[in-house]
């Protein structure tokens, strides 16, 4: 349940037990339900973008860190940029 903080998260430091499992539980049903709306072509999609993404970095020799996390942000948006003109 990466999408949502863990229950020894600051966000529930004031929040009873009811309620902070009533929030999770809600935060649990809308991720089903958005994952439930999304259709083939949307995961497709999704997969073939992060196929030529993975394709540009091989290309520009960074392959090793598809997520970009040892970058800093300013760094991220280059690469972003440049992989979004390659593609138009």
């Known amino acids: 349940m990466n999408f949502c903080p863990g229950t020894g998260s600051i966000w529930f430091r004031d929040i009873d037990l009811a309620r902070r499992d009533l929030f ?3 935060l649990l049903a809308a991720k089903l339900a ?13 997969a ?3 196929f030529c993404f993975n394709l540009y970095l091989t290309s520009i020799g960074y392959q090793h860190d598809p ?7 300013a760094q991220r948006h ?4 440049a992989f979004a003109h390659a593609v138009r």
């Open 24 to 26: 999770l539980a809600d």
């Open 34 to 46: 958005m994952q439930d709306a999304m259709v083939e072509g949307t995961n497709a999609k999704q």
């Open 48 to 50: 073939r973008a992060w």
């Open 67 to 73: 997520f970009l996390e040892s970058l800093s942000r």
């Open 78 to 81: 280059r690469i972003l940029a």
